[in-house]
């Protein structure tokens, strides 16, 4: 079985598949990665984790994703959560997940990567926990409003680097003085 690239990333309500930004509407996330930069064509599938309330919306994106030349094959995955910022439940609810879909697709043996903008931002820390702390081996992908990449000079899209010794240099500073205390 060959290595298959999987997208996987949280439906949100009213925000894709544009935004208003500064009064005007841009592209969401999904549609900025799958269609406007370096990864569009990269996914051999995607996998649109829902909620029921967001089920309307993920519907209309995926239609809209459909739409984008060399689209990726997008599946909505409609999970249960009573409270979708409650950090603990989001896990539970992820855990049972990836391993439902481990069982029926295998999906651990493929490459998996995270859209981190789309849900709600505790369901955007449970991912970046994940991977952080060994548990998922994810990559990250975050994208940015076309007008702040063009004013940053950053691309639209882009791998996060979760380099936590890296960070540990960037902080050094203000460890060392916490540890005077």
């Known amino acids: 079985m060959s290595r ?3 997208l996987l990333s949280w439906s949100g309500r009213g925000r894709e598949p544009y935004t ?9 996330a999904h549609l900025q990665l799958l269609r406007d930069s370096e990864y569009a064509g990269f ?12 089920l309307a919306d993920s519907e209309h ?11 990726v094959q997008t599946e909505i995955k409609v999970l249960r959560l009573a409270n979708p910022t409650d950090h603990l439940e989001i896990a539970y609810t992820l855990a049972r997940f990836l391993e439902e879909a481990d069982r029926s697709i295998r ?3 493929h490459d998996l990567y995270v859209l981190l903008n789309t849900g709600t931002p505790q369901m955007q820390t449970v991912w970046v926990t994940l991977v952080t702390q060994g548990l998922c081996d994810f990559r990250i992908i975050q994208t940015s409003p076309a007008s702040l990449a063009q004013r940053s000079g950053t691309p639209v899209a882009s791998e ?6 890296g960070w540990a240099t960037m902080f050094r500073n203000i460890r060392e003085r916490r540890s005077e205390e």
């Open 4 to 6: 298959r690239k999987i």
């Open 20 to 28: 208003f930004r500064s009064g005007r509407s841009e592209p969401g």
């Open 43 to 54: 996914f051999d599938q995607h996998l649109l984790l829902a909620v029921p309330e967001t």
């Open 61 to 71: 994106l995926v239609r809209e994703l459909m739409a984008i030349p060399r689209p």
């Open 107 to 109: 999906l651990l043996d």
């Open 160 to 165: 996060l680097e979760l380099d936590m010794p």
